[in-house]
């Protein structure tokens, strides 16, 4: 059975985006680029919805770098119920039930399945039990009111093992957890 990983690229305060950093949140480094391209080049399936496919699809050619040329190449499926088509070559839309097509890409699919953004979508993978592997690279800043997209908001509870972490660029965490399948501590 295939594995789903969530990556999400987050602030120390959870933001996944801030109104006035760039890119990376402002931390581009060489330990980082290595990181996402040794990512991109292992075989995958990835899995994105509607808003993050179309921002990544939509990438002026002018900041089109080598990460987004290997994201071409690789199989894409867009969940969507507005999207007919996909601009993007090997893109498949998918309007069928987020979980149930998950399923069945695991048991059946020929890669990994990865997400990178989509945060609603890795919120429902979460709810729905079918994350193996969440990996949380945490940015060395506190973007406070200018935060945009929540990452932990409306996110079910969810007991989590720590599996591996390493830091990039001296500042950047990595974290890599699994769920565990077991109720949080509660009082």
């Known amino acids: 059975m295939n594995s789903l990983t969530v990556d999400i690229f987050v602030s120390v305060d959870g933001w996944a985006r801030s109104v006035a950093s760039p890119g990376y949140f402002g931390y581009p480094g060489p330990e980082l680029e290595q990181w996402i391209s040794a990512e991109l080049d292992k075989p995958q399936t990835v899995i994105f919805g509607r808003r ?51 399923r069945a890409m695991k048991a059946n699919g020929d890669a990994p399945l990865r997400t990178m953004g989509s945060l609603s979508l890795a919120r429902q993978l979460l709810e729905a039990g079918l994350l193996d592997r969440l990996r949380l690279m945490t940015f060395p800043l506190i973007v406070g009111d200018g935060g945009r997209e929540p990452f932990f908001e409306a996110m079910p509870a969810a007991d989590l093992e720590l599996v591996g972490h390493q830091v990039l660029d001296g500042r950047i965490l990595l974290s890599e957890y699994h769920p565990t399948g077991n109720d949080i501590p509660r009082i």
């Open 52 to 102: 993050t496919y179309e921002v990544l699809a939509n990438v002026p050619e002018p900041a089109r770098d080598e990460g987004w040329r290997r994201m071409a190449e690789l199989d894409k499926v867009v969940f969507s119920r507005t999207l007919t088509e996909a601009a993007w070559p090997n893109t498949r839309i998918c309007g069928a039930d987020l979980a149930a097509e998950i």
